[in-house]
């Protein structure tokens, strides 16, 4: 299992690590700003966003706990470790 501290702040745009995906920029940046708030709070915790996004958990990329509140899967704990490790 990752830790959050394995992470540095997510500063730069993740460019290509949904590579394939649909609306892959939008779905990179929403997990750029997930993993900073994990950041933030020095614990993966579910954040809350304006939006649903349906697709990102079909994607097996989140994981839906409340209205419009999110967990960053393990999946998209290790496409972030891949851009954004210490």
Do not use: R
Not at 43 to 72: C, F, N, R
């Amino acid at each position: 299992m990752i830790s959050i501290n394995e992470f540095k702040d997510p500063e730069v745009h993740p460019y290509g690590m949904l590579q394939g995906y649909t609306n892959a920029n939008e779905k990179e940046s929403l997990l750029c700003f997930l993993l900073g708030k994990c950041i933030e709070a020095n614990a993966w915790v579910a954040v809350t966003t304006k939006y649903s996004h349906p697709t990102m958990v079909e994607d097996g990329l989140l994981e839906m706990v409340g209205i419009s509140q999110y967990l960053l899967t393990e999946k998209a704990k290790g496409l972030l470790y891949t851009v954004y490790h210490k």
